[in-house]
C-alpha cells in the first residue's frame, strides 16, 4: 500500500523567513500534485510535477520532485500571512491519487 | 464558467436515515471521485467513476453507495449502515482516470450526524 507522509504536520513561520516542506512517498511514481485548503474551504491545485527533476514556482512557492529519492518539497520564500494554509502533497498511481496528512502552516509577525 | 458544484454546502441526518450528497460538473471530464475528509486528516478516497454506468469502490466504501447515469453527475448516498458519518465530503473530476490526471475540486459538503 502507498504510503505518502508529510513533515512537518505544522509549522508555525515567521514573516520573511525561508521555510520547506517535504513529502516523502513509498512507491515508484513520476506524478507529484501539491494542492492548498484553507479552513473550511476545498482543496487548491498549486502544481503539478510530471517527471525527475521537475520544478514549478509560483509566487512565494516553488515545488521541486526528486523520483529517486521518491521526495517532493514545497520551499517558501519571505513567508506572508497570506500563505497561512494546509497544504497537501499527492501521489498519482495508475489506479488513484493518494494524499498525504497535510502540513498546517501558520505565519505570524 | 466550468467547474464543479457540490449541493448541500452543509447537511444535517438523523441517525437512521440515508442522504443524497450532490456532484455535478461541466468541465466534460471523464473521471470522478468522492472523499472524506475528517478534522486535521488528508483525503480518503470513497468511490470512483472512469465511466457513465461504472463505479468502483475506493478505500473507504463501506456505508456508501454511489450512481454514474450521467456523465456530469455522481450523486453519492451516506447510508445508515455508515457509523461514523459527520466529516467533510469533497467531490472531484479530471480528464481520465487514475491518479496520472489532475484532479479539480468541488466546494465541498459538510455532513454532521444529529
Known amino acids: 500500500e502507498l504510503k505518502v507522509e508529510q513533515n512537518p504536520l505544522f509549522l508555525s513561520m515567521q514573516e520573511g523567513k525561508n521555510y520547506t516542506i517535504y513529502c516523502n512517498y513509498s512507491t515508484t511514481s513520476d506524478r507529484l500534485y501539491w494542492y492548498r485548503q484553507d479552513p473550511g474551504k476545498s482543496l487548491e491545485s498549486l502544481f503539478v510535477?510530471?517527471?525527475?527533476?521537475a520544478v514549478k514556482q509560483e509566487g512565494r512557492l516553488m515545488a521541486s520532485l526528486d523520483t529517486k529519492a521518491r521526495l517532493s518539497t514545497l520551499h517558501i520564500t519571505a513567508a506572508v500571512h497570506d500563505l497561512s494554509a494546509t497544504y497537501f502533497c499527492a501521489v498519482g498511481t495508475a489506479s488513484k491519487l493518494t494524499f498525504g496528512t497535510g502540513t498546517r502552516l501558520q505565519v505570524t509577525l | 464558467d466550468g467547474g464543479i458544484t457540490q449541493s448541500p454546502k452543509y447537511l444535517f441526518r438523523k441517525e437512521g436515515q440515508n442522504v443524497t450528497l450532490s456532484c455535478e460538473q461541466n468541465l466534460n471530464h471523464d473521471a470522478m471521485y468522492w472523499y472524506r475528509q475528517d478534522p486535521g486528516q488528508g483525503l480518503r478516497l470513497i468511490y470512483y467513476s472512469q465511466i457513465v454506468n461504472d463505479f468502483q469502490k475506493g478505500d473507504i466504501a463501506e456505508g456508501y453507495s454511489v450512481s454514474r447515469e450521467k456523465k456530469e453527475s455522481f450523486p453519492l448516498t451516506v447510508t445508515s449502515a455508515q457509523k461514523n458519518p459527520t466529516a467533510f465530503y469533497l467531490c472531484?473530476?479530471?480528464?481520465?482516470?487514475?491518479?496520472?490526471?489532475?484532479?479539480?475540486f468541488g466546494p465541498g459538503t459538510r455532513l454532521t450526524v444529529l
Open positions: 510535477l510530471l517527471s525527475n527533476g
Open positions: 472531484a473530476s479530471s480528464m481520465g482516470g487514475g491518479g496520472y490526471n489532475e484532479q479539480f
